[in-house]
């Protein structure tokens, strides 16, 4: 269930799926830049398997053992339910194991397509024990490309009026309590490299909405000074994304549940150096909120072959006040 090949890319699966209404709202921005993340995610797996090889092993080892710890912790006789965010291509999401060892497995992703064909060769035994749900887990994008692709509709004087009014709109997204009601009380909750993937979509609508549009914006050559201001406005809503990221997964989570949480820390650098990736605010409410139940993991990402990205990896429940 790991594995992709071409043909699959455009294979359509049976298992239907439902939308909430976090995802009814979406402009073709929002699900063109959803889409076009999770197609390049699988076509770089395709391409680069044998760097890949070990990141998707790591990753579906690393739920595996989170999901059977949910289970030794679990409390009642109640079904166990697991649920996991931005599923995507489901690559390195173990969706046949979680089937034979949960009762109930929710799926949830903007793009239904790419969970569809992730799901396509799973056997009906597992197909009848996993849902499908279409959701925006920020419970922003909706509002936030219509408006992006309303800002790559304005004619701007000059660079600076366009980088000004695109970073104050950015300035006013608030993605508290925005989230979609999806339940509580899940036994296990999986975020696989989802944390950092929802900062980086803002930015990737803002640039596929200005190209489309040929906003003056994206076309104007700019040095690095002039476009300072959105760039920072993008990491602070980034920042905001992750750390609400992280109030979502305690409100999903049963009380001795159990939440897996893995995702892109750093990019190694040629000098030996790290780019943060996982924003400082989400790292220090990781360590003030959450309590881990085993010992963290590490491993390397190579997406290509000249590129290493640190993952790290960890089964972790709300502390208790």
Not at 6 to 35: K, M, N, R, W
Not at 154 to 164: A, D, M, S, W
Not at 222 to 245: C, G, N, R, V, Y
Request: proline share 6%.
């Amino acid at each position: 269930m790991s594995d992709l090949n071409p043909e699959q890319l455009g294979a359509a699966s049976p298992l239907p799926y439902a939308i909430d209404p976090s995802a009814e709202g979406f402009t073709s921005l929002a699900t063109v830049t959803y889409q076009h993340m999770n197609e390049q995610l699988a076509l770089g797996y395709l391409k680069w398997q044998v760097f890949q090889r070990e990141h998707i092993d790591n990753s579906q080892e690393a739920i595996t053992r989170n999901a059977e710890l949910s289970l030794d912790r679990a409390e009642g006789d109640q079904p166990r339910q697991a649920l996991v965010l931005g599923a995507g291509n489901c690559i390195d999401i173990p969706v046949e194991h979680l089937a034979s060892i949960f009762d109930q497995v929710t799926l949830v992703d903007v793009d239904p397509l790419a969970m569809q064909r992730g799901t396509a060769q799973l056997p009906k035994t597992a197909q009848d024990k996993v849902t499908l749900l279409r959701a925006d887990v920020t419970g922003v994008m909706a509002g936030l490309t219509d408006s992006l692709q309303q800002l790559a509709h304005t004619h701007y004087p000059n660079y600076g009026r366009f980088v000004e009014s695109a970073a104050q709109h950015l300035a006013t997204v608030d993605p508290t309590d925005a989230q979609p009601d999806l339940g509580e009380s899940y036994d296990f909750v999986c975020s696989q490299t989802t944390l950092t993937q929802l900062g980086m979509i803002p930015s990737q609508a803002f640039l596929y909405g200005a190209l489309a549009e040929g906003s003056y914006g994206v076309v104007q050559a700019a040095s690095d000074a002039q476009t300072q201001p959105i760039q920072e406005a993008f990491d602070a809503l980034s920042a905001k994304l992750q750390t609400t990221h992280l109030d979502y997964l305690k409100k999903l989570v049963s009380t001795s549940g159990v939440i897996h949480l893995a995702d892109y820390y750093a990019e190694a650098l040629p000098d030996g150096n790290f780019r943060p990736i996982v924003q400082k605010e989400a790292g220090g409410k990781l360590q003030r909120e959450f309590v881990p139940l085993n010992e963290r993991r590490e491993w390397y990402w190579r997406p290509t072959v000249m590129k290493d990205i640190l993952v790290v990896s960890n089964a972790i429940t709300p502390r208790q006040a």
